[in-house]
């Protein structure tokens, strides 16, 4: 027997400005109809939108939807692809590798997911990323340069960031690093598979094109000494890296055979692992953790193990494993276990699923509790216990369950659960608690000239760390200019410049030396906007979200495997959207706080005060203006606005 029809719960597809049972409009009279009583009228307002505001890097990621859904259109001589990659570019030099290995908390925050899902803007990304480097497209070299010289200190993605945005601005950089390459944890922390070596090096060598030097397999404080570099250079950016890991902190822990996730990964990566032991257990929960297990499963194990051939000694450095020896492999038991539950991982969701697809066994809701140890000191297991883990005021509490005890039998333990800054000659920025203290324009405290960023301030993303390199160059080149240092702003994304665009099309902005009254007939600014992208990001509520359709996402297609088929698989398993798919998807942008042309305020305006601002004026954002002598503020404009572009604010 069905049930009654009122007692089914329907979720709406679509949205609804009044919920059932709602039938007087009390307020109508007053906001829409009673003109003589209204004083608001319509004002265009530019917002930063919530996939931008949740991106550490601050692409304009609107910005290039646009330009790809055909919107902005590029300038004459151009390609649209090019100039979407530009504007990427201008936050972000690694389009290729983010949008293969950013998890997105872009998608997280966009507005779409009201409706039906997401749009797929790391896919977008990863299509204009490969562009990119398919038609070998460069860098322009800077029409300046000052003769200033700055060091940077580490080449992972804080370092290469900061390098490109200050060689950009016309100075003199020089990359240090400790390795023999460039590329930090994108290179030695993340396995070949998720972040193709020759897309790595394309996007780092884009970088080194615009004249910036490098002085690889150089440690400061043991090849050069702090003293030189101050000596030589004019400012410090110091990008150290979190790339020391972190022992579990449980007793037996310290058996040769349990190592760290950054330690197997650099040894895989330098190609001396080649095989792991039959049984690995793996503890973590992010993707750090995801990785390795991934790795441990595509290498597998071999039935005869010599004592110098065991993988603990290819890790530490002493051995390389004999590549004859690893085409014997089979596949290894691969068991991941986290504290959390498993729908309550740090790890990217699909690089979950693609785990599990493999046939990686992940235990959530699971704490380490010791390594237990064979008669000849190795580990031969992991002890573990149910627990109950959660945040609370921003600190871990986990709840062992007692009596829930088991061990993992294990012949490779693997801890994954954080890294550490290894500050080995460069004591003196060690705050004590393993960072460097800054200022929020990441300027180290009581020493002007030395900046920071990556993970020695705050370890996170890669997108973090590109982001914090943005930001500390700016602060860089005020220092090198004797400027003093602004306060950064509350929002801190690269934001649609408006003005750029409209003095590109030959419009002319005046000055103002008297008091005026309202900007209609004067272009000392442009009439009645307002960049509000530095202090506020737009919800979903500000928007008519009844204007857009359901459509669904245009997904990339992953390759999946199976436990068989990882083994000694590492071809790359995500493939880039085409084409045609790319401009598909950025059309299902919303455009949240910028005007994308729809037309709805004008068709809707009653009193045709809205009009369309003439073409030779006119600029993408820059599309309808209001007519104040016939505006009377009922605010149906507002209404039907579906990007929150148009709010009731003037005479306020």
């Known amino acids: 027997m069905s049930a009654p029809l009122d007692t089914l719960a329907v979720k709406p597809l679509s949205f609804r400005r009044y919920k059932d049972g709602e039938t007087k409009y009390s307020t109508w009279q007053k906001e829409i109809f009673d003109a003589g009583h209204s004083h608001k009228c319509p004002t265009y307002i530019q917002s930063t939108p919530p996939c931008q505001g949740s991106c550490p890097a601050g692409e304009d990621i609107r910005g290039y939807l646009n330009i790809v859904r055909g919107i902005e259109k590029p300038p004459a001589g151009m390609v649209w692809q090019e100039y979407a990659f530009r504007r990427l570019t201008e936050a972000n030099p690694f389009p290729s590798v983010m949008g293969r290995v950013c998890p997105a908390p872009c998608e997280s925050g966009c507005n779409r997911n009201q409706l039906e899902d997401f749009v797929g803007i790391n896919s977008v990304e990863h299509f204009l990323g490969d562009y990119a480097i398919a038609n070998k497209l460069a860098y322009p070299k800077p029409t300046t340069v000052t003769g200033k010289t700055v060091a940077v200190i580490g080449g992972g993605p804080a370092g290469l960031s900061t390098a490109y945005q200050l060689a950009l601005k016309g100075h003199d950089v020089t990359l240090f690093d400790e390795r023999a390459e460039l590329g930090g ?38 090849d050069i000494s702090m003293a030189q570099i ?3 250079f004019d400012a410090v950016f110091l990008g150290l890296g979190a790339q020391a890991g972190r022992a579990l902190p449980v007793a037996g822990a310290d058996a040769p055979n349990c190592v760290t996730a950054t330690s197997f990964l650099k040894a895989f990566n330098d190609g001396r692992l080649r095989h792991v032991g039959k049984r690995v257990v793996v503890v973590g929960g992010g993707d750090t953790s995801i990785d390795v297990a991934t790795v441990a499963r595509r290498l597998g194990h071999i039935d005869k193990v010599h004592e110098s051939d065991r993988p603990e000694h290819a890790i530490a450095g002493h051995v390389a494993h004999d590549v004859a020896e690893a085409s014997a492999r089979q596949g290894a038991e691969v068991t991941l276990t986290t504290i959390f539950a498993i729908d309550k991982m740090q790890a990217t969701k699909h690089e979950v699923e693609h785990a599990l697809s493999e046939g990686i066994s992940i235990r959530g809701g699971m704490a380490p509790v010791a390594v237990i140890l064979g008669d000849d000191g190795r580990a ?54 393993g960072a460097i203290n800054n200022d929020k324009n990441y300027q180290v405290q009581g020493q002007p000239g030395f900046f920071v ?4 301030v705050r370890p996170h993303l890669l997108t973090t760390a590109i982001g914090h390199g943005a930001i500390a160059a700016d602060g860089i080149d005020r220092f090198l200019h004797s400027e003093a240092l602004e306060k950064r702003p509350k929002i801190d994304v690269h934001a649609f410049d408006m003005k750029r665009k409209m003095l590109e099309k030959g419009l002319a902005f005046s000055e103002v030396h008297e008091p005026i009254r309202g900007t209609d007939k004067s272009t000392a600014a442009i009439h009645n906007f307002d960049n509000r992208s530095d202090r506020y990001v737009i919800s979903h509520k500000e928007l008519f979200l009844g204007h857009f359709p359901f459509v669904a996402r245009n997904r990339r297609g992953i390759v999946s495997l199976t436990a068989e088929q990882a083994l000694d698989n590492f071809e790359e398993r995500l493939q880039p959207l085409l084409q045609a798919q790319a401009i598909a998807e950025a059309k299902r942008c919303m455009s949240c706080g910028q005007c994308f042309e729809c037309d709805n305020c004008v068709v809707y305006c009653p009193q045709v005060a809205v009009f369309k601002v003439p073409k030779a004026k006119a600029t993408i954002g820059r599309y309808v203006d209001t007519d104040y002598a016939k505006c009377i503020g009922c605010h149906i404009c507002a209404d039907v606005c579906p990007t929150g572009y148009i709010q009731m604010g003037l005479g306020d």
């Open 185 to 222: 944890m994108m290179r030695y922390g993340i396995p070949g598979f998720r972040t193709p070596r020759d897309v790595l090096d394309a996007e780092i060598q884009r970088i080194l094109d615009l004249g910036v030097k490098t002085r690889m397999n150089c440690r400061i404080g043991t």
């Open 230 to 232: 101050r000596a030589e």
């Open 380 to 433: 031969i297991a992991l002890r573990i216990m149910r627990c109950e883990a959660k945040i609370v005021g921003g600190r871990l509490e986990i709840k062992n369950i007692e009596g829930t005890e088991e061990d993992i039998p294990a012949d490779l333990i693997v801890s994954a659960i954080g890294q550490a800054v290894d500050f080995t000659g460069l004591e003196e920025f060690n705050n004590g608690k």
């Open 453 to 456: 960023g990556g993970d020695v």
